[in-house]
C-alpha cells in the first residue's frame, strides 16, 4: 500500500502499514502507577468553580443569577459566539458567586466563574419527555451542541462545529485519538479499558453525525489490553455485518504521536497543509473521551458534567485516575489522591512537556483538564541559566512539525521588533504545537516554547491592532467621503440657487431690455 494512499484495511494487526512523523522523542512513561487502579468517582465536592469560556476563547453568557438554585444538568451559561459551548450545572445547590477566578487554563488566565455551594443531593433537573434518539446527523450535531461536548484532548473546540463545516465532504473518515502521549497522562487509557462499549457506541453516534461509516480508533502500543477490550465490543455489536468499519491500531509510543498532524501523518502518511484543518483531508479528528461524553448526551440525555482526570505526580500518595464533575477543585482532587501538599514544588495541569504550572491549588477542573500533576523539587528541572545558542541543530532533529526552531528563536530575539516577528511568522511559528521537544533537547538550556509562545501572542496582538488600526482609517475614510459629499451636496445647492438667481436677474434686466427698445421705436415713430 502506497504511503500516500488513505485506506483502513489491514489496520489493527499490523503496524507496516503506518507512516511515522519527522522527529519526536521517546520518553520514561510515568504512566503506570496511575493507570493501575480503576476509574474512581471523585464524588461531589463542597464547591464547584465552573468557568464559563472554553479554550478557544469564546465566553458564554451566565444565564443564572446569585444565590439562585441550580438542578443537575440545569444550564447556567449559554454562548454568545458560534464558537461558545454552553455550560450546565454540574450538580444541585446554590449559585454562591460569579467571579473573575483563576481557570485551569495557559497561564491560569483570569476568566469569570461559576461557583457553586453544592448540597449534596445531587438532583437532577426534570428530563425531557421525549428521549426519542436522534435520527438524522442534523439531530444528532443540534444534541452534541446542547450538551456543551468539546473536545476534551486539549484545545476544546466545540465538537458540533466539525460536523457543520464537513457538510461538502460526503463521506469523511473519523479518527478517535486514544493516544495519549505525554509522561504521566492516563486518563484516556483508563476510560478505554473500563467503558469501551460507550466509546464504541459514542463513535457510532459521531459516525452518523459525519454520514460516514468509517473509524479508527488509534491507541499507543505500549497500553495493555485496551486493544482486545475495544475489538470485543465492536464484534459483539456484529458492526461488519452492518457495513461498519471501526478498526483498533496501535501506533508506536513516540512523542508527540498524539499530535493531530503526527496522527494523521503515522496513519495516512498525509499531512495537513499550513494554517488548514484534517477536514482538508477528509478527515475527522475527536479524542476518545469526546466519544464517550457523545454516549452520555444521546444515550442517557446527559450534558457534559465530568470528566476523566489523572491525579499523579511524585508526592501524590494514591495516584489514579478520577472521574470528577466540571468544576471541581484541584485541592478536593490532590486530597482524595492522599497529596503531600507541603512537598509539592510545582503543580502542573497536562503532562510535564505540555502542560502549564499554576499558581495555587483552588482553580476548578474544566471539560479540557486532563492531569493533575504534583511535582517536587527534585523532578521538576531545576533552573539552570541559559546560555547562547551554538547553532548545534538538535532542535531541528526533533521538531515533529519540520520547523527551523533555532531560526524562529533568531528572529524572535531579533532587534528589529515587528519585522522580525513577521518573520517568524514566514517560518511558520504558528505551526509549532508548543511540544517542547526542542527545548528538552537544547543544550543551551533555552526555553525555546516561551519564545514561541510570546512570538504567537505578540503577532496576534499585531493583527489585532493592526485590525483595529484598519478599522479606524476605514470609518475616518467613511466620515472624510461623508463630510466631502455634504460639503459637495451644498455647493451644488448654492450654485443652483445663485444661478436661478442670475437667471431671474438676466432674465429682468432682457424684459426691460425688449421693453426700453420698444419703447425707443415708438417714441422713433412718434417723432
Ligand atoms: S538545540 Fe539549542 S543550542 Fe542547539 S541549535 Fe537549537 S536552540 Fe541552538
Ligand atoms: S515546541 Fe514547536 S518548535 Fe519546538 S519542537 Fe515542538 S513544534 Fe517544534
Known amino acids: 500500500m502506497s504511503r500516500n494512499t488513505f485506506t483502513t484495511d489491514g ?12 522527529g519526536g522523542l521517546v520518553l520514561r512513561h ?60 454540574p450538580t444541585s445547590g446554590k449559585i454562591k458567586a460569579i467571579t473573575d477566578l483563576h481557570t485551569a487554563k495557559p497561564e491560569a488566565v483570569i476568566q469569570t466563574c461559576i461557583t457553586i455551594q453544592t448540597d449534596g443531593k445531587d438532583q437532577w433537573i426534570e428530563q425531557p419527555k ?72 459514542g463513535t457510532m453516534w459521531l459516525l452518523k453525525a459525519a454520514m460516514s461509516k468509517t473509524a479508527i480508533i488509534a491507541i499507543e502500543d505500549n497500553i495493555g489490553g485496551v486493544k482486545k477490550k475495544l475489538d470485543a465490543e465492536i464484534k459483539q455489536l456484529n458492526l461488519l455485518e452492518k457495513g461498519i468499519h471501526i ?17 494523521i501523518k503515522v496513519l495516512t502518511g498525509l499531512e495537513i497543509p499550513s494554517g488548514q484543518s484534517p477536514l482538508s483531508l477528509g478527515l475527522i479528528m475527536q479524542n476518545v473521551a469526546t466519544a ?37 477543585p484541584f485541592n478536593y482532587l490532590l486530597s482524595l489522591a492522599k497529596c503531600d501538599f507541603a512537598a509539592v514544588d ?13 499558581p495555587h491549588d483552588y482553580i ?59 518573520k517568524s511568522r514566514d517560518h511558520h511559528v504558528f505551526d509549532c504545537i508548543e511540544c517542547g521537544a526542542c527545548s528538552w533537547v537544547c543544550p543551551s538550556h533555552i526555553n525555546l516554547v516561551d519564545f514561541y509562545r510570546f512570538a504567537k501572542s505578540e503577532l496576534t496582538y499585531l493583527d489585532h491592532k493592526k485590525a483595529k488600526a484598519q478599522l479606524a482609517q476605514q470609518r475616518h475614510e467613511d466620515r472624510e467621503n461623508r ?29 426691460s431690455a425688449v421693453l426700453a427698445r420698444i419703447k425707443q421705436q415708438e417714441n422713433n415713430k412718434k417723432t
Open 11 to 22: 489496520f489493527g494487526t499490523n503496524t507496516q502499514h503506518l507512516s511515522h512523523f519527522q
Open 247 to 263: 478498526s483498533v491500531v496501535k501506533v508506536p509510543t513516540i512523542y508527540p504521536t498524539g499530535g493531530e498532524k503526527q496522527l
Open 130 to 201: 421525549n428521549t426519542e434518539k436522534p435520527q438524522t446527523p442534523e439531530q444528532i450535531i443540534l444534541k452534541v451542541k446542547a450538551a456543551g461536548i468539546t473536545g476534551m484532548g486539549g484545545a476544546g473546540f466545540p465538537t458540533h462545529i466539525k460536523y457543520e463545516l464537513k457538510s461538502a465532504l460526503t463521506e469523511p473518515t473519523l479518527i478517535i485519538n486514544g493516544a495519549e502521549c505525554e509522561p504521566y497522562i492516563s486518563c484516556d487509557e483508563r476510560l478505554m479499558a473500563d467503558q469501551p462499549n460507550e466509546i464504541i457506541l
Open 30 to 89: 510515568h504512566k503506570k502507577m496511575s493507570c493501575e487502579p480503576s476509574l474512581h468517582h471523585a464524588g461531589i465536592p463542597e464547591v464547584l468553580i465552573v468557568a464559563i469560556r472554553n479554550n478557544r476563547g469564546h465566553v458564554s453568557s451566565p444565564v443564572v443569577k446569585v444565590g439562585e438554585k441550580v438542578l443537575k444538568g440545569q444550564l447556567m451559561a449559554s454562548p454568545k459566539h458560534p464558537f461558545g459551548t454552553a455550560v450546565h450545572a
Open 483 to 511: 463630510l466631502e459629499s455634504i460639503k459637495l451636496e451644498r455647493q451644488a445647492k448654492r450654485r443652483s440657487k445663485t444661478s436661478k438667481l442670475t437667471n431671474k436677474k438676466t432674465a429682468k434686466s432682457e424684459i
Open 292 to 328: 464517550k461524553a457523545v454516549y452520555d448526551a444521546i444515550e442517557l440525555q446527559k450534558p457534559l458534567l465530568e470528566r476523566v482526570v489523572t491525579v499523579t505526580g511524585d508526592v501524590v500518595g494514591e495516584p489514579r485516575n478520577y472521574m470528577a464533575l466540571i468544576g471541581t
Open 364 to 422: 476548578g477542573i474544566e471539560k479540557t483538564t486532563n492531569c493533575l500533576l504534583a511535582l517536587p523539587a527534585e523532578s521538576t528541572k531545576p533552573e539552570i541559566e541559559s546560555m547562547p545558542c551554538i547553532r548545534c541543530g538538535d532542535c531541528v532533529k526533533v521538531c515533529p512539525q519540520e520547523l527551523l526552531p533555532q531560526q524562529l528563536l533568531w528572529y524572535i530575539n531579533g532587534n528589529d521588533h515587528t519585522n522580525d516577528l513577521e
Open 346 to 358: 510545582k503543580l502542573i495541569i497536562g503532562g510535564p512537556m505540555m502542560g502549564y504550572a499554576m
